[in-house]
T-cell receptor, first 117, second 115 residues
Framework: AQTVTQSQPEMSVQEAETVTLSCTYD???????LFWYKQPPSRQMILVIR??????QNATENRFSVNFQKAAKSFSLKISDSQLGDAAMYFC??????????????FGQGTRLTINP | GAVVSQHPSRVICKSGTSVKIECRSL??????MFWYRQFPKQSLMLMAT?????????EQGVEKDKFLINHASLTLSTLTVTSAHPEDSSFYIC???????????FGPGTRLTVL
């Protein structure tokens, strides 16, 4: 079974600075998807970014970008120019491509990000 | 686009009663919906996956007679917690996807408190 590990329970960063959240995963599959979701205090899960494993190019969404290292099974999230609204719990998630139950998301434990003004 | 709603947002009930939570995809048809449970300061735990018109697939350790899931249409899935007990108190979140390779879009969650 696949597992996702976020080794940083908490992170903090100064407003306008850059922060990187770590995520590693374990799988024997070659085709899969990786996601970063954000859960602010409202607890609404919001998709931040998505990466297809077959794509070598790292995904980017405005101030959010990932460093996808397939061989190392690493998928870190970089937030540039941090804003107060970025404060939230961030979850890394894995999804299979072809196996039975492929739509299931496997979540990491989460990283709580604090933005210091 | 891809908005998912949940109702109610909060519910308090007495021990032994049943509670129904609705999950709706507002602007798309969801072939698959998922139900998660989240304890305070913890990650999401998948309870079950439901496909429209089919029986739900429950994760190991989740009592199917306790947590009844119905996915009667492409826009509505319901989770009924039967004979609720205080240990069922939690935050329940649904998500929906349009097709098998689609991203999951999450509802805002329902906080259940059982007295």
């Amino acid at each position: 079974a696949q597992t996702v590990t976020q080794s940083q329970p908490e992170m903090s960063v100064q407003e306008a600075e850059t922060v990187t959240l770590s995520c590693t995963y374990d799988t024997s599959e070659s085709d899969y998807y990786l996601f970063w979701y954000k859960q602010p205090p409202s607890r609404q899960m919001i998709l931040v970014i998505r990466q297809e494993a077959y794509k070598q190019q790292n995904a980017t969404e405005n101030r959010f970008s990932v460093n996808f290292q397939k061989a190392a099974k690493s998928f870190s999230l970089k937030i540039s120019d941090s804003q107060l609204g970025d404060a939230a719990m961030y979850f890394c998630a894995y999804r299979s491509e072809f196996t039975q139950g492929a739509q299931k998301l496997v979540f990491g434990q989460g990283t709580r990000l604090t933005i210091n003004p | 686009g891809a908005v998912v709603s949940q109702h109610p947002s909060r519910v308090i009930c007495k021990s032994g009663t049943s509670v129904k939570i609705e999950c709706r995809s507002l602007d798309f048809q969801a072939t698959t919906m998922f139900w998660y449970r989240q304890f305070p300061k913890q990650s999401l735990m998948l309870m079950a996956t439901s496909n429209e018109g089919s029986k739900a697939t429950y994760e190991q350790g989740v009592e199917k007679d306790k947590f009844l899931i119905n996915h009667a249409s492409l826009t509505l899935s319901t989770l009924t917690v039967t004979s609720a007990h205080p240990e069922d108190s939690s935050f329940y979140i649904c998500s929906a996807s349009r097709f098998s390779t689609d991203t999951q879009y999450f509802g805002p969650g329902t906080r259940l408190t059982v007295l």
